[in-house]
């Protein structure tokens, strides 16, 4: 197979986060985070420093020079909101802001386009500690740091993103435990969907304010399959659907929430709100991995775990595995067409409302050193099964693999390897990946062929 030709324009780049890649997490006046906290009370399983990161914070340069090999028209890296504003409210650390201002200088000056997300899941820890995305206060001090950044950085970033993945922050933060702040609510964590659905909309008005453009919010979707054809099995999976994918980009986009049941658990003034968080927006940002599998709960062939995470049995849903299918090392299948399903049903469910769309994460977990021949294929079919969905005439403008390099994948360490470059984490020498070599390829021949400016 190989990689049918995109349309005009078409960007092409590459993610990160900055919990995943900083390191320096006690220099230049950056203060803890959420994160920080929840890995030294021992939640990393394979006991990687997570302060030392991949050493973005000082080989940044090394990286932008990678991107540059790439041919990459983007990057796409998260601001540390710790970093730029310790207390999460009050005073600036100039020294944090300043990172980023030499950042995007360094990017500029390759001809690469920065494209910060304002929240990739690093909450300054006095915000954590005080409630996190289950106070209200959050959204708003959101909306301020928003503003802090976009005041110093909107002269020279063309595109935006505001919160990446709110679901994972909220099922996985706030009701499984499973990532910071390691709360086990269940559905009483709704509130931190709400909340952090209000901060995008109120950072949307803060960036506006402030001069930025051409911003938007990256929302993770999975096509959600029926395990079986029993009643259980479809309101099973109906509500999993709901939770993973509707309650997200419904309120985002059409002003509501999927269905009453869903409002009527969330706080505050919901309508008012809702107009907040409905803000226009000028792309909308998707991150595919994989489908997934969910019936009835506690049924015989439910999984007691799903992706490392403990499924608790008191959940009103059972998630199956998904036989058929080569996996990742996170145990995900790999299913391009997956990706054509999720942009076809984006576009059929919300028609003239969805903006254009741009593919901000997909990449997966495989380690296969420099010789990623993996890699190479999932990302090969995941661009093929793109491009079937641009010809069905969704308009998605560009896409993002995760990840650039290997990083901290959160509460797995060091042990899952997503990157076009390897790190070696004695070291961090970075080693271009044979998947590198691959997408530097695929690019320039995009170029060639007049798919991007």
Excluded at 416 to 429: M, S
């Amino acid at each position: 197979m190989t990689v049918p030709t995109f349309p005009p324009g078409f960007l092409w780049g590459a993610s990160a986060s900055a919990f995943q890649t900083e390191g320096a997490a006690d220099t230049d006046g950056k203060g803890p985070s959420g994160w920080d906290a929840f890995a030294a009370r021992g939640r990393i399983k394979d006991g990687a420093d997570t302060t030392r990161g991949t050493g973005f914070h000082e080989r940044y340069r090394e990286d932008v020079t990678l991107l540059a090999g790439l041919g990459a028209d983007a990057f796409r890296f998260s601001v540390s909101w710790p970093r730029v504003v310790p207390g999460g409210s009050g005073p600036v650390n100039p020294a944090g802001l300043d990172f980023y201002d030499r950042l995007v200088d360094e990017l500029c000056a390759h001809g690469i386009t920065p494209a910060p997300t304002l929240y990739h899941w690093d909450t300054p820890l006095p915000l954590d500690e005080a409630g996190g995305w289950l106070n209200r206060d959050t959204a708003y001090r959101f909306a301020e740091y928003a503003g802090i950044v976009a005041e110093r950085l909107a002269d020279r970033v063309p595109m935006w993103v505001t919160i990446n993945e709110p679901a994972e922050v909220t099922m996985l933060g706030y009701a499984l435990g499973e990532h910071a702040p390691g709360r086990t609510l269940l559905f009483d964590a709704l509130p931190a969907a709400h909340h952090q659905l209000l901060a995008h909309g109120l950072g949307v008005r803060a960036l506006r304010a402030a001069g930025a453009a051409n911003i938007g919010i990256a929302v993770s979707h999975t096509p959600v399959w029926t395990a079986g054809e029993s009643e259980e099995d479809r309101l099973g999976a109906g509500l999993y659907d709901t939770l993973t994918n509707w309650m997200f980009a419904d309120p985002v986009l059409t002003g509501r929430y999927p269905d009453e049941g869903v409002a009527a658990l969330m706080p505050g003034p919901v309508e008012d709100d809702l107009r907040t968080i409905s803000a226009p927006l000028d792309w909308y940002g998707v991150n595919y991995y994989s489908p997934t599998l969910v019936g009835a709960p506690r049924a015989a062939d439910a999984l007691d775990s799903f992706s490392g995470f403990t499924m608790p049995a008191e959940l009103p849903f059972g998630i199956r595995e998904i036989e058929g299918y080569e996996k990742t090392d996170f145990g995900w299948p790999v299913v391009p067409d997956g990706l054509r399903e999720t942009l076809v049903q984006l576009r059929d469910r919300y028609g003239d409302r969805l903006p254009p769309l741009y593919i901000t994460e997909n990449g997966c977990a495989v380690d296969e050193a420099v010789a990623d021949t993996r890699r190479i294929a999932f990302l090969e079919g995941h661009l093929g099964a793109l491009r079937e969905a641009i010809d069905e005439g969704v308009d998605v403008r560009g896409y993002f693999t995760w990840s650039l390099t290997d990083n901290i994948e959160w509460t797995e360490g060091a042990g899952k390897r997503f990157g076009l470059v390897h790190i070696d984490y004695d070291t961090l020498r970075r080693t271009p990946k044979d998947s590198y070599a691959w997408y530097r390829d695929v690019i320039r021949s995009q170029k060639a062929n007049g798919s991007a400016d």
